[in-house]
């Protein structure tokens, strides 16, 4: 039984590391999300309210096939919606036009595919 299941366990470890191609050096979104922040100059609050979704990411697997730039605007933007943050005395209410995105390299597409399942998951638990 010992001999079945480690043998078990390998099968599923070398099924792993193909699909993930071997990779071991990924970007983690929390650091760009960071550096988005400080470049929109955003409040403490609202950074704090974007890591804490970010974490939550966490909890939704698909989520996490998406490019750390993507994660990144998606907990932005959602911590933004989901806040009474008056952004307009920086940047004339740069959320109203989904373009900052583009500036961070992010697919737009991606970011709301992306909310979409955070969101689908905030709705199952």
């Given amino acids: 039984k010992y001999w079945k299941l480690k043998e078990d366990i390998v099968k599923f470890e070398q099924v792993i590391l193909r699909i993930i191609r071997f990779d071991f ?4 979104p929390y650091k760009l999300m960071l ?21 939550d990411f966490l909890f939704v697997p698909e989520i996490l096939t998406y490019p750390p730039q993507v994660l ?5 933007y959602l911590s933004y919606k989901s806040s009474d943050a008056n952004l307009s005395r920086n940047f004339g209410n740069i959320f109203s036009n989904e373009n900052w ?5 992010a697919d737009e597409k991606a970011v709301f595919e ?3 399942l955070v969101l689908d998951f905030y709705l199952e638990t």
């Fill in 101 to 105: 995105m583009k500036i961070f390299g």
């Fill in 25 to 28: 050096e990924t970007e983690h």
């Fill in 35 to 55: 550096n988005y922040a400080r470049s929109l100059r955003l409040e403490k609050e609202m950074v704090q309210k974007s890591f804490v979704i970010m974490n």
């Fill in 114 to 116: 992306s909310l979409n």
């Fill in 72 to 76: 990144s605007c998606s907990a932005i």
